[in-house]
């Protein structure tokens, strides 16, 4: 028996933490790009517009084809609630983010960023 593991490839060791690393520089990219650009002057609703549609944008077609059968499922309700998600989840802390971010420096947005899933974890914790 090797080393990775029955079954296992190589490349199965690295891919993780590669992710990670990515991850976490696309972050740190689009962090400065967002400093960058609120500091020239861009209206930060501006900005979460357009960080929104080109999210849109790309997800949109691994909706419809992943997706295909539970477009039927969503009724008014559905959409109602999707929609105060995406208000009260998204858009009031995204706004609030930015105009944080206005006022401080992008190394301080970055290790805010990562205290979110302490948070997550403290709360889930408190609310069981």
């Known amino acids: 028996m090797d080393i990775v593991g029955a079954g296992t490839?190589?490349?199965a060791g690295w891919k993780a933490p590669a992710s990670m690393v990515?991850?976490?520089?696309f972050n740190s990219g689009m962090i400065l790009?967002?400093?960058v650009s609120i500091n020239d002057g861009m209206f930060v609703f501006a900005l979460l517009s357009y960080r929104s549609v080109f999210g849109a944008i790309f997800i949109l077609p691994f909706a419809l084809i992943f997706e295909r059968g539970k477009w039927?499922?969503?009724d008014?309700?559905?959409t109602g609630w999707i929609f105060f998600n995406a208000f009260i989840g998204y858009a009031v802390p995204?706004?609030?983010?930015?105009?944080?971010?206005k006022d401080t420096t992008p190394s301080y947005s970055v290790i805010f960023t990562n205290i979110i899933p302490l948070f997550t974890f403290v709360l889930s914790l408190v609310f069981r």
């Open 22 to 25: 990515l991850v976490q520089l």
């Open 33 to 35: 790009l967002s400093k």
């Open 72 to 74: 039927r499922d969503i």
């Open 76 to 78: 008014w309700s559905a």
């Open 94 to 101: 995204m706004s609030l983010y930015y105009y944080g971010l």
């Open 9 to 11: 490839s190589p490349a």
